[in-house]
């Protein structure tokens, strides 16, 4: 059953995300520099969690991944 994120549909095949995940290698360099910065581990995440979402609310990106 597809996801649905904001009003939009959202199909992932299973393989990707692993694949995507591993791709993402530096993703800990960036959290670790955030927190070498000053930032809790909370704060870091509700950020990400922001950025995330205005990622995906842009009209123009619209989400269509099989």
């Known amino acids: 059953m597809p996801r649905i994120l904001n ?5 992932v095949s299973s393989d990707r995300p692993h694949d995507c ?3 993402l290698g530096k993703f800990h360099l960036m959290i ?3 927190l070498s910065v000053g930032c ?3 704060e870091v995440a509700l950020a990400l ?3 995330v979402a205005e990622e995906i609310a842009v009209p123009e990106r619209a989400i269509t991944l099989h």
Not at 7 to 11: F, M, T
């Open 40 to 42: 809790s581990l909370d």
């Open 49 to 51: 969690n922001g950025l």
């Open 32 to 34: 670790d520099h955030a």
């Open 7 to 11: 009003a939009r549909q959202i199909v």
């Open 21 to 23: 995940k591993e791709s």
